[in-house]
């Protein structure tokens, strides 16, 4: 072997020296950790709307509120060639939905009506969002709705002279609101007694039905600037509900969404696209499916419709992957399925913590202006990037690529550009424009370049493992900014939920933070994890938790091969399928030393009875609680509670409808008590489901220090005090019953 000359060596230390020095230099060039408390200074783009001309791109940019208790949405203006900065164009501080006008002069948005008084000032601008209008070079907004119920998803009229849109006003409301003199509290009382006579009676971060309120599509004249307020006529009426209304081409008619099955969840999943004549009358069926259809676009010369969704298998699946669907508009059309070879999720994203929590994020199917391929947006391997579809062949060739996840986009009419924002591991969501024929990007806003000019981010390392069957599971590893492979460092496995969801190369907040905290973060795509195909996905059905826990725990055993992963510092955490698989996992193994379990399931006979949905087909079991007991009861954590002595927390949000505490953290705690081992239950209130994406700003920040706080006293051997039992009884320990 030759000897290297002395200049050499002297250069090759000088390298390892600067490699050595790099957190420092990343310290001394004003480059900081991240913190939990950043994310009140985050800001997110929401709902891209591109102009019809390609020139302007009008976006909703959210931030966190001044009281740091919720969001604030204001609408923004950016250049699509990025010639000029992005600018505010309203103020807020609860602007959402731009829709241009066909001419591109005016912007449809909606935002809350001014309350009628104060009493009634929070309700009322939870429900009476109306509908404005600005013109698109600026000046004051002024409303053109003003209903009882308000109205929403504005969709203008080809000619630009009526606006379509959405409200629950019923008749009792407009005649309440005619003769409306009264001052509040003289009105006659209505009871708020709730008559609950269907299965699925209220939903997680909406509350209960109220189905004297079906959603209908109205429509209403565009008035004049100064013109009095223009009276709104109703399209639809009847006891089931409509969505998303969209114009024919040629204006005579609008269509929408409706599910008109009086009790659908004794059926397979249906959903159908109906349409109403402009100017009311009789509504006919036009996209008529055996299976649901989702996003939905008529193509250029109304013949025909595109639609994310499947068609009903024989036999119910735990997993429907979606696929992209064209059909004939005429009766009796059969539907062709475009991607029935392709193992990727039509009209899908990735799991995330980041998305934008108000606002919206469309993902429309975009037709091109001759009407012989589609642009769809599909998540494919842990990626979600928009693709072309031939639209009589279904071939495929994508329109963009990289590591990344195309998280909302809208397009001109013609499609030739599109207005979308990108997610990546080291970026919140940044905007950008695109020339579909070139597929050349600009970037035209980067909201959070200011703020992580100061933080210190890496991406992850991609990684893929064979489970206990040889099946390969592609997973990610989070380090630390400052990684130092001579290190011994705990492992945090993190689970996503769904269980039909998937993670990948999008922004986490959570990860970036852990890693920050000094821990190596694991995040896999078990089985029954979405974007990898149908077979894939439904290897769990019948069998979860089961098989897929065994995956996760495998890519465990591969990490602790690595030498810098201290194999006895291991913990273990996930949300709602990831939490059912966090108690599932603890009580199968005793290799970990510290358990977070949120919004989790505990008893699958008693989630099965009080979740929002209902499990009334054979989708993860084969019958009901009582017809099947042995299945529920065998894969519910609380049966092998005894089992468990990892310490584990229990994370609940108090208005989750989703996973109801009761049939999950609830039953753990109460009988990890019982048997003395170390538990600990953190309750939200007023969080649904959705703590964890778009609870309120505290409380998310308040759930990452949960999170960390018993990882840091189990793994790190921190004093954290908060967790130890108070020596004092509580108020409510008292003798008896009630």
Known sequence: MPVPHRSRVAAMALVILALLALPQALSAAGKRPITETDLFRFAWIADPRISPDGRQVAFVRVTVNEKKDGYDTALWMVPSDGSAPARPFTSGPHDSSPRWSPDGRWIAFVRPAPARDQEREERERETRPEIHLIASQGGEAFPITDLPRGASSPAWSPDGKTIAFTSGANDKDLAKQKEHGKKAGEDEHESDVLVITQAIYRFNDAGYNDPSHPGHVWAVEVPAPGSSLPQPRQLTRGEFSEDAPVWSRDGALVYFFSDRVKESYYEKPNGDVWAVPARGGEIRRVVDVDGPVNEWAASPEGGRFAFAGFLNPEKRRSYDESDLLVIDAKPGAAARNLTERFDGDIDSGLAADQHAPRGGNPQPIVWSADGRSLIVVSAERGRANLKRFDAATGASEPVTTGDQEVASYTATPDASRIAM????????????????????????????????????????????????????????????????????????????????????????????????????????????????????????????????????????????????????????????????????????????????????????????????????????????????????????????????????????????????????????????????????????????????????PWHRIERLRHILGWFDKYLQGKNVGAYDVPDVPAASSVKGSS
């Open 421 to 696: 924002v990108i997610s990546t591991p080291t970026v919140i969501g940044d905007l950008y424009s695109l020339d579909t024929a070139t597929k050349q990007r600009k970037l035209l806003y980067e909201p959070n370049r200011e703020l992580f000019s100061e933080i210190s981010l890496t991406a992850p390392e991609e990684i893929v493992y064979k489970s206990f069957d040889g099946r390969p599971i592609q997973a990610w590893v989070q380090k630390p900014a400052d990684f130092d492979p001579q290190r011994k460092y705990p492992l945090i496995l993190d689970i996503h939920g769904g269980p039909h969801s998937a993670f990948g190369y999008t922004f986490f907040h959570e990860f970036q933070w852990f890693a920050v905290r000094g821990y190596v973060v694991l995040y896999a795509n078990p089985r029954g994890s979405s974007s990898y195909g149908e077979e894939f996905g439904n290897v769990i059905q019948y069998n979860f938790p089961g098989d897929d826990a065994k995956d996760l725990l495998a890519g465990v055993d591969e990490m602790v091969k690595r030498p810098y992963i201290d194999s006895q510092k291991l913990g273990v955490t996930g949300g709602s399928g990831g939490g059912i698989l966090t108690n599932w996992i603890v009580t199968q193994t005793d290799r970990f030393q510290a358990a977070v379990a949120q919004r989790s399931i505990a008893d699958w006979s008693s989630f099965w009875y009080t979740t929002d949905f209902t499990l009334f087909d054979a989708m993860w079991f084969h019958g009901a609680p009582w017809e099947d007991p042995e299945d529920y009861t065998q894969r519910s954590p609380i049966t092998h509670i005894e089992k468990v002595t990892t310490p584990l927390m229990l994370i609940e949000g108090d208005a989750d409808l989703r996973t109801p505490p009761a049939s999950g953290g609830e039953q753990m705690f109460r009988a990890l008590k019982y048997l003395k081992r170390p538990v600990v239950m953190v309750r939200f209130p007023r969080e649904s489901h959705e703590l964890s994406r778009s609870g309120e």
